[in-house]
């Protein structure tokens, strides 16, 4: 499991949410597969060859589960779930491909997690957990 620690108030938390939880995120997928797979003519090779099985979202090329090889990456899956989780009152629909996600996650026996630990530095608290239900 892979520990990212950030020192910031709870306000700097709240104000930036979205930006901690994709800088953890990325901690749990490999530079080589993230590079690939943020480049969307890759994605659309890999909808060609792997299929719909892909992506949680295929039509859109989005949620990739599968790396390069065509194997499914226990990080792309994770890191599918926690970016659905992040975004499903926002947007519908996100709750079901984070329910696909988690669904896979069992499925492959998977284990690559990552913890997120927030100091709040204006209060001198202990590490806090945070986030427990997102990643």
Known sequence: MKEL??????????ENLDKIITE???KIVPESTDSYISKRSNRKK??????EKAFLDPDKL?????????KYD???IYAARARAL???????GYQEIADKAEELYKEHNCSKKTHLKIHD???????????????
């Open 46 to 51: 890999m909808l060609e060859k792997f299929g």
């Open 121 to 135: 530095i204006k209060e001198n608290l202990e590490l806090l957990d945070l986030l427990q239900n997102i990643l």
């Open 86 to 92: 992040q975004w499903k009152g926002k947007k519908p």
């Open 24 to 26: 953890s995120i990325k």
């Open 74 to 76: 226990c990080g792309l």
């Open 5 to 14: 620690i950030i020192e910031c108030s709870r306000q700097e938390v709240i």
């Open 62 to 70: 989005a949620f990739p589960v599968i790396n390069k090889n065509g």
